[in-house]
């Protein structure tokens, strides 16, 4: 399709659908309300920087080459479990609710959690040594 | 919530991240610079869109397939950061500033400006 490699596109499409069900299910069972802290978006977006950060330095990094596991994983399941969009849609519901503290609060918090995340999980890749 | 409803997710959700793929690569491979434009078009037009479907007020069923699964799929926060976190190892600590926040500043305005054209529908 589109002069892709169709069998990358069914890698991410698979990781897609993977992390896609599993912050649609949270986003359902725990919906918060636009004046509170939206802990789904918040946990998925911190637990995928996080896993993000590891499988590409590992991939790229650590392991022999391979054309399917970061399109599966990386692009995939980490990008369909990651939202940039209800992140920003939910600070502006609480701008518009007036709660400017909270808006700053969870972009602050999202973005240096979220770059921590990235950078822990790189480091603790790195550290372990490659075997010859 | 059906079975069917969440094997629409799943779906949804899996063409939401082939299409970022695709509009990724079609978007770098334009531009030469160590910018994320690839990702910060993406985040952007997907602001734009799931603050257009919020504003639709759609029923939760659709909202969840649309919103949640497409669109919530198509964007990506993992991406974002794990591309600024790399800038700032390359020491390019301007574009990783200016990734940061640019993707804010108007991602807030896109979702905001889609909110209003989905209310006015």
């Given amino acids: 399709m589109f002069g892709h490699d169709n069998r990358e596109l069914a890698a991410v499409f698979v990781g897609g659908a993977i992390g896609t069900v599993a912050r649609a299910a949270l986003a359902v069972f725990a919906a918060p309300h636009p004046e509170h802290w939206p802990w789904p978006t918040f946990v998925v977006n911190i637990v995928g920087a996080f896993l993000l950060g590891y499988f590409t330095t590992r991939l790229l990094e650590r392991l022999p080459v391979s054309s399917y596991q970061r399109p599966l994983l990386g692009t995939g399941v980490c990008g369909g479990l990651t939202t940039f969009s209800t992140m920003q849609v939910e600070t502006v519901r609480m701008l518009e609710h007036g709660a400017y503290g909270l808006a700053a609060g969870y972009t602050t918090a999202s973005i240096v959690a979220g770059l921590a995340a990235v950078y822990l999980a790189t480091v603790l890749v790195r550290r372990v040594r490659v075997r010859a | ?121």
């Fill in chain 2, 1 to 121: 919530m059906t079975a069917v409803i969440w094997l629409g997710v799943a779906l949804i959700g899996g063409a939401g991240a082939v299409t970022r793929f695709l509009v990724d690569r079609a978007v770098s491979k334009r531009k030469s610079s160590s910018f994320p434009y690839g990702t910060f078009a993406v985040n952007l037009s997907g602001a734009w869109l799931l603050g257009f479907f919020g504003g639709l007020a759609l029923s939760p069923n659709v909202a969840l397939l649309a919103g949640t699964a497409f669109v919530g799929a198509y964007t990506t926060f993992s991406t974002w950061m794990l591309e600024t976190q790399r800038l700032g190892e390359e020491r390019q600590v301007w574009f990783a500033l200016a990734n940061i926040v640019a993707s804010v500043v108007l991602g807030l305005a896109a979702a905001a400006l889609g909110l209003w054209m989905g209310g006015l529908l």
